[in-house]
């Protein structure tokens, strides 16, 4: 297919089929990220269907999560030689079509083969929708763009859950890769239609030492991420073989990119001080968006005894707060500092966390609700101008590889986080337990009162029973609320990345834009 020119957009900023363009891409961009987490909740149902060991089923996400990785970065070298539309189509069609092999899998090897190929395919689907809305909106329309964006990637994460839970309660576990199937087609043809191939770069040449490099290093950090908890850690000689390669891979990787003549990932990116600051703040809005999600739910389940169905009403407030707070957030942006913004999104989502370390077992639906709409507003202040602003002062021609770094970027930051928070967890309700255990004597007046003595007497195996599973409930508990602290003094600590960033100088004329009829 021959390449269509890329024309500057007229200076009404007006492009053909904006509308629908957009409509395409974010149903790709939605199926995509809402494939991030709608599976996690039906891993039990799949373990029992497809027969498999509980550290055996924990492949379907791993398989996934390393596949997107690895392919993640080469969505720029991608695009530069096939063209936008191409590796676009290619991707929504490889992803629906993984879908349903992942739908109709019969055993565990087949299910792992078919989620890998499904993240192959969907790695570009995120960054290549990201920077196609940026193409083709002038530069003051970026923020409202970004707001589109950002709903589908961070409100289709939240939402997943509650979705996966209610389809496989309803249904089976199957539909939650069957719904991938009609929007991916709706997808498609809306690309096959509306979006026109952009100019090709068929002369860069593919580095093949440093996708090797970068494909090592960041499929082994995957993996010690995803399997560490697993393996107890550095306890675990897998672990430290891939730590070791992790950090090789990626040193070689770092040190080859500043050598090569064609890099595989240009470093000149990292000279741009807006972009570089921007993927320090989307490695930690990463971190907090998706360990959040990864403790709310178990505590909601596990300690509050929510049914799924209902742990996902009580989350979807912090949706909604997303998407309000993008809905203003976009126009806002044409006339507030993007940094004030940010400045005002670190304080609502530390707020939210700092109110989430005030969880007990003994509170109602409210203060979950109330703390997960603030924290939404936030995330969704943090998100749409940082978005802006990292592509604000880049090359137009530079936009497509930046957006995979920048996806690629909050991907680890997200599989740190998790790490990090569940390791916590577990350690520290190891030590909340000893500590809470230490004060059960004959002693304590606490255990003395009528209703103790009933319920947790220590003169009785039922009792002490009861109140080792009560101690455990409050270890956890106080556990949930540390994770909570820790993030809360991460969002605060990286208020003053903020200086690094710069406002964008305003245009003479609106940004070239990809014209499309």
């Not at 053909?16 to 990220?33: E, K, N, W």
């Not at 069957?178 to 043809?189: K, R, S």
């Not at 990286?494 to 960033?501: I, N, T, V």
């Amino acid at each position: 297919m021959s390449a269509a020119t890329a024309a500057p957009a007229p200076a009404s900023g007006t492009v053909g089929h904006r509308g629908l363009i957009t409509v395409s891409i974010m149903l790709a961009t939605i199926m995509q990220a809402l494939d991030t987490t709608i599976a996690n909740v039906a891993m039990p149902h799949m373990q029992g269907s497809l027969s498999a060991a509980q550290d055996q089923i924990s492949w379907v996400l791993t398989s996934y999560i390393v596949a997107a990785a690895i392919m993640t970065p080469v969505t720029g070298w991608l695009t530069g030689r096939f063209g936008t539309r191409q590796v676009l189509l290619f991707s929504i069609f490889g992803f629906t079509v993984a879908s349903l092999l992942c739908g109709i899998a019969v055993n565990l090897p087949q299910m792992v083969i078919y989620r890998t190929f499904q993240g192959i395919c969907g790695a570009a689907l995120v960054p290549l929708s990201q920077a196609v809305l940026l193409d083709i909106n002038p530069r003051e329309r970026h923020g409202q763009a970004m707001a589109m964006w950002g709903a589908g990637v961070m409100v289709a994460p939240i939402l997943g859950p509650t979705l996966g839970g209610w389809l496989t309660d309803n249904y089976n576990w199957r539909w939650v890769f069957y719904i991938n199937l009609p929007i991916g087609i709706m997808a498609f043809l809306g690309v096959f239609a509306f979006v026109r191939e952009s100019v090709k770069d068929r002369d860069r040449p593919f580095d093949w030492l440093g996708f090797a490099l970068l494909s090592i290093g960041l499929a082994s950090i995957q993996l010690m991420l995803d399997r560490g908890e697993q393996k107890d850690w550095f306890g675990s000689l897998e672990i430290i073989i891939e730590a070791t390669l992790g950090g090789l891979g990626l040193w070689m990787f770092a040190v080859h990119s500043f050598t090569a003549d064609h890099p595989f990932l240009d470093p000149k990116l990292l000279k741009d001080r807006n972009f570089g600051a921007s993927l320090i703040l989307i490695f930690i809005i990463g971190l907090i968006l998706y360990a959040t999600l990864a403790l709310l739910p178990p505590m909601l389940q596990g300690l509050m005894n929510m049914p799924v169905v209902t742990v996902g009403f009580v989350v979807m407030p912090r949706g909604v707060g997303t998407m309000i707070a993008m809905l203003f957030v976009g126009r806002l942006m044409a006339k507030i500092d993007a940094r004030y913004i940010l400045l005002l999104g670190l304080i609502l989502t530390a707020g939210s966390l700092w109110m989430m370390t005030g969880f007990t077992l003994q509170m109602d639906n409210r203060l979950v609700i109330w703390a997960g709409l603030i924290q939404g507003i936030g995330l969704g202040c943090l998100w749409v101008p940082l978005s802006a602003l990292a592509f604000a002062t880049l090359p137009v021609a530079k936009r497509t590889e930046a957006a995979s770094v920048f996806s690629l970027i909050r991907n680890i930051g997200s599989s740190i986080g998790i790490a990090v928070v569940e390791s916590m967890l577990t350690q520290n309700s190891q030590i909340s337990h000893s500590s809470l255990a230490a004060q059960i004597t004959p002693f304590n007046t606490a255990l003395q009162a009528p209703a103790a003595q009933q319920a947790w007497s220590i003169h009785t195996g039922a009792g002490l029973a009861a109140l080792n599973q009560e101690i455990t409930r409050q270890a956890a508990m106080i556990s949930y609320n540390d994770d909570y602290k820790m993030m809360m003094i991460v969002a605060l600590c990286s208020m003053p990345l903020l200086l690094l960033l710069r406002r964008p100088g305003r245009p003479d004329k609106p940004d070239a834009a990809i014209v499309m009829d």
